[in-house]
């Protein structure tokens, strides 16, 4: 019903940045919450940004780092992601869901996930 594609992630430098898209198929995103949560080796999945018509989220850990954007005409989702960590390194993984939310189990659907890294 819903298919997601990620793109976007890398190798990059502490202090760098990186620009995340995600290409949705089957629901305008206007319609829905897209969301961006990360999940590194051995660790849960972790709520990273999410974007409605009414407005973005972030989690603790990337305010004021990352911005979450939408084109809605391409039905593409972004997240810019500056000041790069290294506790940033993990898989990044678009999702789909029918409300506002931060926890894994409320998002109907994913995309395969895009690696990133970040060196120190």
């Known amino acids: 019903q819903v298919q997601l594609a990620e793109s976007g992630g890398g190798l990059v430098q502490a202090g760098g940045s990186l620009r995340l898209s995600c290409a949705a198929s089957?629901?305008?995103?206007?319609?829905?919450?897209m969301a961006w949560f990360r999940q590194a080796p051995g660790r849960e999945r972790e709520f990273v940004a999410s974007?409605?018509?009414?407005?973005?989220d972030y989690g603790d850990s990337v305010k004021g780092r990352f911005t979450i954007s939408g084109d809605n005409a391409k039905n593409t989702v972004f997240l810019q992601m500056n000041s790069l960590k290294p506790e940033d390194t993990a898989i990044y993984y678009c999702?789909?869901?029918?409300?506002?939310?931060?926890?894994?189990?409320?998002?109907?659907?994913w995309g395969q996930g895009t690696q990133v890294t970040v060196s120190s």
């Open positions: 974007i409605t018509w009414s407005g973005s």
């Open positions: 999702a789909v869901g029918p409300k506002r939310a931060t926890m894994t189990g409320l998002y109907d659907y």
């Open positions: 089957g629901r305008t995103i206007s319609e829905y919450t």
